[in-house]
């Protein structure tokens, strides 16, 4: 059975960082775009950066450039997203997608897979 699992979420002060985690199991990522999108309450939600395996390509959100860094570790099968200098406003929800393809980080969201989420808290 094909499955994402985030992992990393939790509380931190602003300025801080946390590293969230996408392990799959039941397939391999290197054929595809792997993403994370964010939903905080009442708001809809966002993608926030993707890493196409093939080739290592990555796109940002502009809010995130600079201070996110999505990468990849392929003998683990795990993708991560290093997340520094947090705001209140990263607040939210973060899952982990995957696509064939990443057209954007816009594209995120409607990506076909993705799992159940880890909550990310940033305190003033």
């Known amino acids: 059975e094909a499955k994402i699992v985030e992992s990393g979420g939790g509380l931190v002060q602003a300025g801080g960082s946390l590293r969230l985690s996408c392990a799959a199991s039941?397939?391999?990522?290197?054929?595809?775009?792997v993403g994370w999108f964010r939903q905080a309450p009442g708001k809809e939600r966002e993608g926030v950066a993707c890493i196409t395996i093939r080739d290592s390509s990555t796109q940002y959100m502009d809010s995130v450039k600079d201070r996110f860094t999505i990468s990849t570790d392929s003998a683990k099968n795990t993708v991560y997203l290093q997340m520094d200098s947090l705001k209140p406003e990263d607040t939210a929800v973060y899952h982990c997608?995957?696509?064939?393809?990443?057209?954007?980080?816009?594209?995120?969201?409607?990506?076909?897979?993705w799992g159940q989420g880890s909550q990310v808290t940033v305190s003033s």
């Open positions: 997608a995957v696509d064939p393809f990443c057209y954007g980080v816009e594209s995120i969201p409607d990506f076909g897979s």
């Open positions: 039941g397939f391999t990522f290197d054929r595809y775009a």
